[in-house]
C-alpha cells in the first residue's frame, strides 16, 4: 500500500462535485495536507480551486453565457469539463450522473474514480441506472458511505463486486465541536439569538424538500400549547431549494411556533455551535445514506429523532442511542417522549461517531481507493 500511495501521490487529482458543501472541500483538504496534488471543480458552476484554493473561474464565466439553455445547458457543461480534464490523471466524480457517457472518450484515459453518497443513487430512476452503465464500466473504483448502500448498488449492477469499495467522508465539524464542548452553552445559545429558556429543537439541516419540512410542521402545531411554549424551532436552511425554503418560512409565518430559520451559511465554529446549543434534531428525510449533519448533532450529545426508514443500520450495530419512528404521524408523540427523558447517558454516541467518522479513521481509505 505504501508504495501504490507513493505513486499516487505523483498524480494530478481532479475532484468534480459540490464546492458549496462540506464533503469534497474537507475531502480536498485532508487529501492536499497528506500531499497530493488534488484540485475542486464545482460541478453546477465549472468554478476550479486548485491546491492551494485559489479560485480560477475562467471556465465558470464561459459556462455562465450557456446556463440559460436548458436544453443544452448539461451539454455544454460537459464540454468544458472535458477540456479541464486535460490537465488532470485521476478524476473523483461526486454523484455518478449519465451525462458523463457524452465525454467518456476523454475520461478513458485517465484514472475514473466515482463516488455515491446514498441519494443520488436511491433516487435514480432505472432509466438513469442503465445509462450510467458506460461510466461505471470504465471506473477504476466505485465508492460508497456505507454498507447498505453498496449492497443495494451490487444488488442493481452484479459485475462491480471487485471495484467496490466502501469510503466513508470525515467530518471536519467534529474538531470545531471538541473544541466548543466545555463552552457555556446560554453563552452559545445567545451568540447565535436563540432562547436561553427553551429546549432547542432542530429540523432538517438544509433547505431541500427531501427534508420534509412541511410534513414536520403539520404535527408539531398539533402539540399542546403549553409544551410549544417550552420549545423553540430551529430551521437550518442555509443551502438546498430557496423557494421551499421560502414556502417552509411563508407556513412557519401563519403558525404559533416559536422558530428561527438559519438562511446563512454556516462555517466551522458557528456550525458546531448549532450542535452544541440544540437539545433534539428531528431527521425526516426521504431517502439518506450517512448522515453527516445527523451524525455531527449526535457527536454534540443530541437526542435525534428519525425515520425508520432511512438507513442506518450501521448506527444499529455499532449501538448509537437514538430514536426512530415509522411514519412522521408519530413525530409529535415521539418528541414528547424524548424532551420527559432526564440523565441520558449520549457519551457512548460520541465515542462511536468519533470512530466512524473523523478524518483520521477516514482519510486512508480514500488514499488507498485512488491508488488502486
Excluded at 480536498?28 to 492551494?52: C, H, I, M, P, T
Excluded at 461510466?135 to 449492477?157: E, H, R
Aim: hydrophobic share 40%; glycine share 4%; proline share 2%.
Amino acid at each position: 500500500m505504501d508504495d501504490k500511495c507513493f505513486k499516487a501521490k505523483k498524480l494530478k487529482i481532479l475532484i468534480i462535485g459540490n464546492s458549496k458543501g462540506v464533503f469534497a472541500k474537507e475531502l480536498q483538504s485532508q487529501l492536499v495536507n497528506k500531499g497530493r496534488d488534488v484540485y475542486l471543480l464545482d460541478f453546477a458552476y465549472l468554478e476550479l480551486y486548485n491546491s492551494r484554493y485559489e479560485l480560477n473561474d475562467r471556465y465558470a464565466k464561459k459556462f455562465a453565457a450557456y446556463q440559460r439553455i436548458p436544453k443544452l445547458r448539461m451539454f455544454f457543461r460537459m464540454w468544458f469539463i472535458a477540456d479541464i480534464l486535460k490537465d488532470f490523471d485521476l478524476v473523483n466524480i461526486h454523484v455518478g450522473r449519465w451525462y458523463y457517457s457524452f465525454i467518456l472518450h476523454t475520461l478513458k484515459k485517465k484514472k475514473v474514480v466515482v463516488s455515491f453518497y446514498g441519494s443520488d443513487f436511491y433516487r435514480a430512476t432505472n432509466f438513469s441506472k442503465k445509462l450510467l452503465l458506460p461510466l461505471l464500466k470504465i471506473a477504476k473504483t466505485i465508492t460508497f458511505t456505507n454498507p447498505l448502500t453498496k449492497k443495494s448498488f451490487l444488488g442493481y449492477y452484479e459485475d462491480f463486486h471487485y471495484k467496490s469499495h466502501i469510503c466513508r467522508f470525515g467530518l471536519g465539524t467534529l474538531d470545531y465541536i471538541d473544541k466548543h464542548r466545555d463552552k457555556d452553552i446560554a453563552k452559545i445559545k445567545n451568540h447565535l439569538g436563540y432562547s436561553t429558556t427553551k429546549k432547542i429543537v432542530t429540523c432538517g439541516y438544509n433547505a431541500t424538500k427531501a427534508q420534509q419540512h412541511q410534513k414536520i410542521i403539520e404535527q408539531l402545531i398539533r402539540l399542546p400549547k403549553d409544551f410549544l411554549q417550552t420549545i423553540q424551532f430551529i430551521f437550518p436552511m442555509t443551502y438546498g431549494d430557496n423557494q421551499n425554503r421560502d414556502r417552509v418560512e411563508s407556513m412557519l409565518a401563519k403558525s404559533d411556533l416559536d422558530y428561527i430559520v438559519l438562511r446563512d451559511f454556516l462555517y466551522d465554529d458557528d456550525n458546531a455551535y448549532i450542535k452544541l446549543a440544540s437539545d433534539v434534531m428531528i431527521n425526516m428525510l426521504e431517502t439518506d445514506s450517512f448522515s453527516g449533519s445527523m451524525q455531527e448533532f449526535l457527536y454534540a450529545k443530541n437526542r435525534v429523532i428519525t425515520g425508520s426508514w432511512l438507513p442506518y443500520e450501521v448506527f444499529d450495530v455499532e449501538g448509537i442511542i437514538y430514536d426512530k419512528i415509522d411514519s412522521i404521524d408519530n413525530l409529535g408523540e415521539k418528541l414528547q417522549e424524548v424532551l420527559k427523558r432526564q440523565n441520558v447517558n449520549l457519551q457512548k454516541n460520541v465515542d462511536v461517531i468519533y470512530s466512524l467518522s473523523s478524518w483520521k479513521n477516514n482519510i486512508s481509505n480514500w488514499i488507498e481507493a485512488y491508488a488502486n
